[in-house]
């Protein structure tokens, strides 16, 4: 091995998440221990998302290997200048105190201490997502790292939120100028020049303190040049004659989330936020409005990652849907709610004859407007005009994320719902999250928008506990 570069140890859960990884680590070099290759051929069965990530190493190894003779030199990584090195023979360094050799992490660190004792000239350094694994190999004095590279943010706090407030005389020293930009019935658009400030498409700039109650609020669109910014005052959907089937915002945020749901211009929304802000109860009115009373959508569908927060109840009976019905039952009841079997939504009675109209109502759409579907069967499928649900999204891989973002097509509107405070997938964190991966990656495009609600709206015990626990 050359005396001028890192050597990286990878751990086998390192591999499972990303299979890419092996290209991640620029031109330093990677040393896969064989107990990894076994572990990856115990894993490489089933129809999840770790065993196809194992297939693809496998494949991706097997293609560097095909042209390799002398493997003690190993394999030159294409694009990095790095090199893989597979382990060929006993490396065997006995660990500090009488600790069980038969399990795979163990057998790990001991390669990684015989490989820090044989080239000691190199800065050997175990990559895993194991925390256990990071202890017990800091404890043995090794050099252990997490793996960052799939991470979207260092820190989940500085994650774009969608909206930026501004000083309060910010409106009095950069004057707003009316700007001649795509002019539509009822709306009207401003130039705004001279921001120091980087502000995305579709985020939502406010000030506190002039005019009414919640301040001055507008939308950047799409931008026109380095220079400037042309913004539009956003629909104010506090207000009773503005409501969103029977829906009215009760703060800032809710109105920004509201006008990303109600534009057809937005393909694409984010809302992130804790239990009990109003993300689904939002998404759902906006739903109801826009395929049932504007048809602007054929149908709605709704699916989620079916990750369990406790222990696993075992197989559920019935069709897909049946399945996915113990999953639903945050979306069952917003949809009473909405339909008016709580007091609220569309004409709502708030009366035991209701609640029974109501319930009926409920599965009706549930039957005929909103169908609920199951990550399991979204590969290859193509959605037109389709306003597409995405429940719990904290706990999507990127990868998955991508998957379900590529089935849409012309005229479907996708929506994310989550909160990176609950993740509940094994590996991913607040930092690779597949939410936290879209959130940043399409704060750029001009027909996606994101909000992050901070307010809790369900009720002052939740809004308590959320703050207390």
Not at 3 to 17: A, I, S
Not at 167 to 186: K, M, R, T, V
Not at 218 to 242: G, L, S
Not at 450 to 469: C, M, Y
Request: with cysteine.
């Amino acid at each position: 091995m050359r005396e001028d570069k890192r050597l990286f140890v990878l751990d086998t859960n390192v591999l499972m998440h990303d299979p890419s990884c092996l290209f991640r680590f620029e031109e330093h070099d990677i040393f896969l221990p064989m107990v990894v290759l076994e572990e990856l051929d115990a894993g490489k069965k089933g129809m999840s998302e770790v065993a196809r990530n194992v297939r693809q190493v496998s494949r991706l190894l097997d293609d560097l290997c095909q042209s390799v003779e002398d493997f003690s030199q190993g394999m030159p990584l294409p694009g990095t200048g790095g090199r893989l090195f597979f382990q060929m023979d006993a490396i065997e360094h006995p660990l500090p105190f009488d600790v069980s050799q038969s399990k795979a992490d163990n057998q790990i660190l001991g390669v990684v201490l015989g490989l820090k004792h044989r080239h000691p000239e190199l800065s050997v350094t175990l990559i895993t997502n194991d925390i256990n694994l990071r202890i017990k190999g800091r404890t043995f004095g090794l050099h252990v790292e997490d793996y960052t590279s799939d991470h979207t943010v260092e820190d989940p706090d500085l994650l774009y939120t969608g909206h930026n407030v501004v000083a309060n005389d910010f409106w009095e020293s950069h004057p707003l100028q009316i700007a001649d930009y795509a002019p539509e019935e009822g709306r009207t658009f401003y130039r705004l020049s001279q921001v120091e400030e980087n502000w995305w498409p579709n985020e939502f700039v406010y000030s506190e303190g002039h005019g009414e109650d919640e301040g001055l609020s507008y939308r950047i669109t799409p931008r026109q040049d380095p220079a400037n910014y042309v913004i539009e005052p956003i629909r104010d959907y506090a207000k009773p004659n503005n409501a969103v089937w029977g829906i009215t915002a009760l703060n800032r945020e809710q109105n920004f989330a509201l006008n990303l749901l109600m534009d057809p211009e937005v393909d694409f929304v984010t809302l992130l936020g804790l239990a009990g802000t109003g993300k689904t109860l939002l998404t759902l009115a906006a739903t109801l409005d826009q395929v049932v009373e504007e048809k602007r959508f054929a149908e709605a569908i709704i699916t989620r990652a079916t990750v369990p927060v406790g222990e696993d109840i075992g197989f559920l009976p019935g069709t897909e849907e049946e399945k996915m019905a113990p999953w639903m039952g945050a979306i069952e009841d917003n949809l009473e709610l909405l339909t008016g079997g709580s007091g609220g939504g569309k004409g709502g009675k708030g009366s035991a004859e209701a609640s029974s109209w109501a319930a009926q109502v409920s599965q009706d759409l549930l039957r005929h407007r909103i169908r609920i579907k199951s990550l399991n069967f979204m590969r290859g499928r193509t959605f037109l005009n389709r306003l597409i649900i995405i429940d719990e999204a904290q706990n999507l891989s990127p990868k998955q994320m991508k998957t379900l973002l590529t089935r849409a097509g012309p005229g479907t509107k996708m929506v994310c719902l989550g909160n990176i405070n609950q993740i509940d997938t094994p590996y991913l964190t607040e930092a690779n999250s597949g939410l936290t991966y879209v959130v940043d990656s399409f704060k750029e495009w001009q027909h996606g928008g994101h909000i992050t609600l901070v307010q809790g709206e369900r009720s002052r015990l939740a809004d308590f506990a959320n703050q207390a626990l």
